[in-house]
């Protein structure tokens, strides 16, 4: 089974999740956006990532990531908090199963949870 964080509005998030359906995945879409993760979750999902720099899970393009003062020097633990506050600013899509994750971008990097 595997979790996809998705944005229906986001091509690569669609196209990650055809790959993950066209073979065969179990998978259960948790729109994000709609239901965003807590800290907790961030910080579990940053574990099976493999440890990246915070900073590589958000979406610095985003107009509120400059709005709200971030950049690379803001504490981990601040950049979490404003994930969980603001589910925007998180990059997607994020594949999880069990205690591994990836970032679908591009999408083909959710094949690496197959």
Known sequence: MI????????S????ALALLEDAGAHVIV????EDAPSADEIAATRTALGNPPVI???????KLFKELG?????????LIAAMAAHPILIERPVAIKSD???????PENVRDLL
């Open 70 to 78: 971030l950049n690379k020097d803001t504490p981990d633990t601040e």
């Open 12 to 15: 690569k998030s669609r196209q």
């Open 30 to 33: 948790r729109r994000y956006l």
């Open 3 to 10: 979790t996809l964080w998705h944005n229906p509005r986001c």
């Open 56 to 62: 590589e899970m958000m979406r610095k393009g985003e």
């Open 100 to 106: 591994r994750a990836v970032i679908g971008r591009p």
